[in-house]
DNA sequence: GCCGTTTTCGGCCCGACTGTTTTCAGTCG
């Protein structure tokens, strides 16, 4: 279930937006929203702090710390309960359409009785919005095309999400069997994950299965049986748990892991050699005997194999890759030296710079670089002064960590022709610059082609930050010839980013493989705004191995020099 | 509701874009 400081800033989030909803004043709204924000970013555990204790997050104060210790003693906020029971949950789960905010919800509510995504789904085409103030032929189309892109992701969820629910599971059961891992397609690292595949080995899996039903995170037991039980959390995420016998780990787990396609592929092998794999193991057809099965290992290996990773498993060429013996050596998080995109307090990152260094320097990184906003993002209300008084409290901190280099950067705006904030002259004086596209996301092809390539020959430019500048399940990836773009990436030294940001996770893989041929090289990047957000990398150097790259190809796994050279900025 | 070398009130993330509007409201970053 998270820890407590994320159950409490969503309370305080799901109470903003019911705020805003019934038209609360934006500075209240706001207030709560930046309550939630910074809780959900705190280091220290709320559910162990005093009043006074609570009292030094940032944007809580005492009304906010007091709901907290409410909230603790009677598992209730009573004013969060007098908005639920005036605004339905579904009217608020509307405002998660893209174009569909908290006014035209509560309009669609109060004038239609609409409380549900699927309500008004049907309401538009039925023509019920006709006539609705506010509501012409393109916004019914905009909220539309809304809905189909969430549908679009179904009942999948990012990542992280996913990952939680695993590894709590995997946590509690482990003790209680010899082998225990998440497979799927979270083991193979997809963006979105449809359900939680849990495997694990024992010889009796009563015990297994009676634990994993009586998990706190359990909503609804589906499905009971003596090899799979499959249960729905509190969230509506579906897990299924299967126990195998101890010698059947390796098939099973290579089985359950797939894809579908990858294992196409491998049965035909085992075919061909007379042999027929299944998640009980690799058997000789004719005499129908148990060839192998313990490990993944050794099922790889009998097919004439080499383990071949997860995150490669998806018939896109790793088995051919495999049989000639050129499967690359994939990236890992121990690669990586250092982190090259990252905000501060002084923007819209929660942590004061001092903070961020000191979680940074905790990382074992060798360098790190803070990029808060430019003045472009003009809501960030950066200026040339704060930008150099940042880069005088940098220089010094790094006094203070004699293992870790600080570079001090910029995350720069790319406006709609394709400039950025500032002129060369005073980009040249950072020690990094990541640019990235933050608005105008619906131009042509060739517009924002011309654009984003603009960007990336400009020679203070050296990272460009996530950029298709999708959100997942929100807004779809910027139109654009992406090959024109890692051409000219690849031409002018711009280093392309992997936003590490589990609904971005931008460059996508296939976009990252396409990137390649370009003889591009990327950056894993956390794109932080709070010291916990360094430990989505994970998902980025996930996306990255998706994407084949290996250490060569990631820049930030380079010692600063290499990288310093390849840049130009040595 | 939070915050403060403006310190207990009066500000608070500002501006662009979109669609609808007939002069501007809603949404987004």
């Not at 500075?27 to 709560?32: D, H, L, M, T």
């Not at 690292?189 to 939680?196: A, K, N, P, Q």
Request: with cysteine; charged share 25%; net charge negative.
């Amino acid at each position: 279930m998270g820890r407590p400081n994320d159950e409490v800033a969503e309370l305080f989030q799901e109470f903003a937006d019911l705020l805003s909803i019934t038209g609360e004043a934006a500075y209240k709204v706001r207030a709560y929203e930046k309550a939630a924000r910074s809780i959900a970013g705190y280091a220290e555990d709320v559910s162990t702090l005093d009043l006074k204790g609570l009292r030094q997050i940032p944007n809580v104060g005492e009304a906010i710390a007091k709901k907290i210790l409410d909230h603790r003693e009677t598992g209730t906020i009573r004013q969060l309960e007098a908005v639920r029971a005036k605004i339905p949950a579904g009217v608020r789960a509307l405002t998660a359409i893209p174009t569909l905010g908290p006014k035209k919800a509560l309009v669609l509510y109060e004038e239609l009785g609409i409380s549900s995504v699927d309500e008004l789904a049907e309401a538009i085409p039925a023509g019920r919005l006709e006539g609705l103030k506010g509501f012409g032929a393109k916004t019914e189309e905009n909220i539309l095309h809304g809905i189909e892109l969430m549908k679009r992701a179904g009942d999948r969820v990012l990542i992280d999400v996913a990952m939680e629910v695993a590894e709590e599971v995997v946590a509690a059961l482990s003790p209680l069997a010899e082998r225990c891992e998440y497979a799927g397609s979270l083991r193979r690292s997809r963006e979105t994950i449809g359900d939680v595949d849990v495997l694990a080995a024992a010889a009796d899996s009563a015990p297994l299965m009676e634990a994993f039903a009586a998990l706190p995170l359990v909503s609804e037991v589906i499905a009971r049986g003596d090899t799979k039980t499959s249960i729905r959390t509190t969230k509506g995420l579906q897990v299924d748990l299967r126990v195998v016998p101890a010698e059947s780990w390796g098939a099973a787990l290579q089985y359950f892991t797939g894809s579908k396609a990858h294992n196409v592929r491998t049965r035909e092998i085992a075919v061909r050699a007379g042999l027929k794999l299944s998640e009980y193991g690799l058997f000789d057809v004719e005499s129908g005997e148990l060839v192998v099965s313990a490990t993944e290992e050794e099922v790889y290996e009998r097919l004439g194999l080499p383990w071949v990773p997860p995150t490669l498993r998806e018939d896109g060429g790793e088995i051919d890759a495999a049989l000639k013996g050129t499967l690359p050596r994939l990236v890992q998080l121990a690669d990586l030296r250092g982190d090259l995109h990252s905000h501060t307090d002084l923007t819209d990152g929660i942590a004061p710079l001092e903070e961020m260094v000191a979680a940074a320097a905790a990382q074992g990184w060798e360098y790190f670089a803070i990029t808060d906003h430019a003045p472009n993002l003009f809501m960030q209300r950066m200026t040339d002064e704060k930008m150099l008084a940042q880069r005088e409290a940098v220089h010094a901190l790094g006094e203070r960590h004699p293992g870790l280099t600080l570079l001090h950067g910029t995350e720069l705006n790319i406006d709609a022709d394709g400039e950025v904030d500032w002129p060369e002259e005073f980009l040249s004086g950072f020690d990094i610059c990541v640019a990235s596209v933050h608005s105008l996301f619906t131009q042509d092809r060739e517009t924002m082609t011309r654009r984003i390539v603009r960007a990336v020959e400009n020679p203070g430019v050296h990272v460009l930050g996530h950029p298709t500048a999708r959100l997942i399940g929100r807004r779809e990836p910027v139109d654009c010839d992406w090959d024109a773009v890692f051409e000219a990436c690849a031409r002018h030294h711009t280093v392309v980013e992997i936003d590490a940001f589990p609904d971005r996770l931008d460059l996508p893989a296939d976009l990252i493989r396409r990137a390649l041929r370009h003889g591009v090289r990327f950056s894993i990047d956390s794109d932080a705004h709070a010291t916990g957000h360094f430990a989505n990398l994970r998902y980025g150097v996930g996306t990255a191995q998706r994407g084949w790259l290996t250490p060569d190809d990631v820049v930030n796994t380079w010692p600063l020099e290499r990288l310093r050279d390849y840049l130009g900025t040595g």
